[in-house]
């Protein structure tokens, strides 16, 4: 069996690469040419840990290639569409530019008995109105939905070892080639769901918004014990040793950023208004209202702390991925933060371990320190905005002497605070009092 992947992004690139791996034939199809040069060489265009040296190998086998010619998918039997469906720029729902132009470009080139097998997250309806295009366009071909829920800094191990497979499918057929191609995936016990093709992409903006609503209820949490006097950390593991809850996402801080939740939970309340089930999803509103507040509690906590004029002030910020092990910074939550308190007056200079290029094309007036020292050197206040491990690692002491004033917030409730009081430096961490 051959497979094709249209668009070679943060999925795509590791779909093809996995897919390799289990021993198929593999075209990642992309309109980049930078992008495809970069990944024919066996380099990624961005940081995913593992995937890079995966990439090299498969590459050498010779199973795996990449090309800007459609035409090379012309012999697979299964093409994954893996592109993009960001925000779109005039509201809340999801631009659907990039899918919608992937399958007009694959049509063509369909054999007899292909099966074109979604996987971009998109809202429901889509996979529907795609096949029904489809049908008039490659009448012997047929269409699935199988959403991935790969985070980002554990994919290789999210797509070849998943916690269950979801298929949307409208017949046997298209369930059995999947099963062929997933099989080495099934045989490791993995759960697999077939369902309906709205199921199927339900499942994924459901299980997002169940994620971004864990995190925006612990934040909430976190502001009533800042209010109350208690401690947000106690609170989660408390809660978390209730099964029924579980500990994982309670981790309360400045909350999520990304390429999914935020786009995903306002998709799909876009989606919802345009299917007049509205009302069921209003809860999202306020899930997208205490995430983006998390991060204004942050800018607050510095002006009351520093002065509401910050222009004498420098601040050292830790980190500037959405989250560590990654070097995406759409929407991060930090790069927000830095962003508004340079704004305000501040002089800013972020650090990160390896997102400062993709930070500096996204904010260029901000300044970067390639170290943490430099970062720090002469700060009124230091800014633990991405739980990055080396961050946990830094020895306060040796910090201390470089900054003008002690103080540090860190909105990750990911250092030691202890550690930090006793070699002298005032400690605020969100949802926390004491
Ligand atoms: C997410 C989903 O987890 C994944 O299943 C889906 O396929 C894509 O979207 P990802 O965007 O890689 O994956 O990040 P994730 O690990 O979910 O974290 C999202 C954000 O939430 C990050 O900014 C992270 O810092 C934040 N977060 C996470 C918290 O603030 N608290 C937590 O307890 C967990």
Known sequence: MKLSVIGCGYLGATHAACMSSLGFQVVGIDTDQGKVDLLSSGN????????DSLLASEIKTGRLTFTTDFSAAADADVHFICVGTPQSKEGLAADLTFVKSAIAAIAPFLKDGALVV????????????????????APHADLAWNPEFLREGFAIEDTLRPNRLVVGVVNDRAENILKEVYQPIIDLGTPWIRADLPTAELVKVAANSYLATKISFINAMAEVCEAAGGDVTVLAKAIGYDPRIGSRFLQAGIGFGGGCLPKDIRA???????????????????????????RQRVIDVVRADLSEDLSQYKIAILGATFK?????????????????LQAAGATIVVHDPKGIEPARKRFPHLDYAERVTDCVKGADAILHLTEWKEYRELDPAVIGQLVR?????????????????????????????D
């Open 44 to 51: 990624l265009p961005f940081y995913e840990p593992g995937l």
């Open 118 to 137: 979604g996987k971009s997250t998109v809202p429901v309806g889509t996979a529907q109105a795609l096949r029904e295009i489809l049908t008039i366009s």
């Open 268 to 294: 799909f309340m876009a989606r919802a208004e345009e299917l007049g089930a509205d009302q069921a999803l209003e809860f999202l509103r306020e899930i997208d209202a205490i995430n983006l507040r998390a």
């Open 324 to 340: 560590p092990d990654s070097d995406d910074v759409r929407d991060s939550p930090a790069l927000d933060i830095a962003a508004q």
């Open 405 to 433: 004033s002690k103080f540090l917030i860190d909105g990750r409730n990911a250092l030691d605070r202890e550690k930090w009081r006793a070699a002298g430096w005032r400690v605020h961490a969100l949802g926390r009092t």
